[in-house]
């Protein structure tokens, strides 16, 4: 893999890191690994995302609960904190925001127990990503919200290739313009394997296992 660089903002604690090669998901072979890690288990990093990911919401959109894929948490958590700030418009009548995660079934089904359903149930749902690529995980959540009653209202990632999934928009702090030869391809369509270059690691939301 080539060296790690980061892509930055006018947010010292907002950058996008990257190493560009040749990585397989579990829907795509892509030429940049896009690595999160930090922005969502860094404390000040976590903290400079969501302030930047509530400018999308902030004074406009009714938000109750907020469903986190990807292990995003920790920015789930200041993201619901900024939205109920007292120095914002705030539109949710109760002032507060749930902060859930889904549980998978073994066929990797997003579901969530009866306990936690009355949080989804009736309520406006932002659905929080590390990365929307394929958008195969986003249409995932969106599908496991409505199931169960919930109103989507939008869908907001670190970094995204589509400005919409499902008919739900995303909105994200990154995309392809920051990375102006990024690729995707589905894993039997990609340009890199057919030129004969080999893989170099297995990604996800985890992080990345080299392959040798």
Wanted: hydrophobic fraction near 40%; include cysteine; proline fraction near 3%.
């Amino acid at each position: 893999m080539e060296k790690e660089y980061k892509i930055r903002t006018r947010i010292p604690e907002v950058f996008l890191r990257v190493r560009k090669g040749h990585f397989a998901t579990m829907h795509s072979h892509t030429n940049y690994y896009i690595d999160v890690t930090t922005q969502k288990f860094r404390l000040s990093e976590a903290k400079a995302v969501a302030k930047e990911m509530v400018s999308s919401y902030r004074n406009n959109t009714i938000i109750d609960t907020i469903i986190c894929i990807d292990g995003t948490e920790v920015i789930g958590a200041f993201v619901a904190n900024e939205l109920t700030e007292d120095n914002f418009v705030n539109l949710n009548a109760h002032r507060t925001v749930y902060v859930l995660s889904p549980e998978y079934a073994s066929g990797g089904q997003m579901i969530f127990r009866d306990n936690t359903v009355p949080m989804i149930n009736g309520k406006h749902v932002l659905i929080l990503a590390a990365s929307v690529t394929t958008g195969k995980s986003a249409l995932a959540a969106i599908d496991a919200v409505k199931y169960y009653g919930g109103h989507m209202v939008g869908v907001s990632a670190i970094f995204a290739t589509v400005d919409e999934c499902g008919n739900v928009p995303v909105h994200s702090i990154f995309d392809p313009h920051d990375l102006a030869d990024y690729q995707s391809y589905r894993p039997h369509e990609c340009e890199m394997c057919k030129n004969g270059e080999k893989l170099e690691a297995l990604v996800n939301s985890y992080g990345y296992s080299k392959l040798n």
